[in-house]
């Protein structure tokens, strides 16, 4: 089945700086990729997703993007914001599936 | 427009007993998925409910059981707990076999 593996596992920054997490994904029938956020003791929240048709996709403060021949997908966060603090997940999933697989995490720390 | 619902939030069980989850999805989706989520850990895929019927299912035993109603609302049921069922189990609703999951807050299960 699809192995999904998210990088790093705990990731600080400064407000304002950039952060950066990266996913590779092993089956390469998988043509979905979704992020979530989820923020402690709350479920997690859809933030942005990308289809293997497109290379980057882009909304306001957040981007991913996507290289499918070497099966990796990013999550970029722009002038980040003490919100930003959360757990974030990435996950892939193929047409013929109907499961999200899901990366291990990554605890994002936004210091004031 | 209520988003998706769990109940219990809390459950404490033992070893050996039986528990069952409860699940409405969002208002306009017919399919319910369920997940188990470990501490520390990203989502792992149980299974997904369409049309009353288990559509897929992940590497769960059949401990796991679920159902859904005409409603689309749905159950999770899991049989002789053991410690290792301890997590949090997180409901998300699509319509069809949409990728985009809404999640509900979860279950928090405890076995003692």
């Known amino acids: 089945g699809e192995n999904v593996e998210q990088h790093p596992s705990t990731l600080s920054v400064q407000e304002g700086d950039s952060a950066v997490i990266k996913c590779t994904y092993s089956?390469?029938?998988?043509?979905?990729f979704p992020w979530y956020k989820q923020e402690l003791g709350k479920r997690p929240q859809l933030i942005i997703d990308?289809?293997?048709?497109?290379g980057e996709k882009k909304d306001q403060r957040i981007a991913v993007t996507l290289n499918k021949t070497a099966k990796h997908f990013s999550l970029h966060i722009t002038e980040t914001q003490p919100e930003d603090s959360a757990v974030y997940f990435c996950?892939?999933?193929?047409?013929?599936?109907?499961?999200?697989?899901f990366g291990a995490g990554t605890t994002v720390t936004v210091r004031a | 427009d209520a988003g998706v619902t769990q109940s219990p939030t809390h459950l404490i069980k033992t070893r050996g007993q039986q528990v069952t989850l409860r699940c409405s999805p969002k208002?306009?989706?017919?399919?319910v998925s369920w997940y188990q989520q470990a501490l520390g850990q990203g989502p792992q895929f149980i299974f997904q409910y369409y049309e009353e019927e288990e559509r897929q299912r992940g590497n769960f035993p059949d401990r796991f059981s679920g159902h859904q109603f005409p409603n689309y609302s749905s159950e999770l049921n899991v049989n002789a707990l053991l410690l290792g069922d301890s997590a949090l189990y997180l409901c998300?609703?699509?319509?069809?076999?949409?990728?985009?999951?809404?999640f509900g807050s979860g279950t928090q299960l405890s076995v003692l």
């Open positions: 208002s306009g989706h017919d399919t």
């Open positions: 996950a892939a999933s193929k047409k013929s599936d109907y499961k999200l697989s």
């Open positions: 089956d390469s029938a998988s043509n979905y």
């Open positions: 990308i289809r293997s048709n497109v």
């Open positions: 998300a609703s699509s319509l069809g076999a949409g990728e985009k999951l809404f």
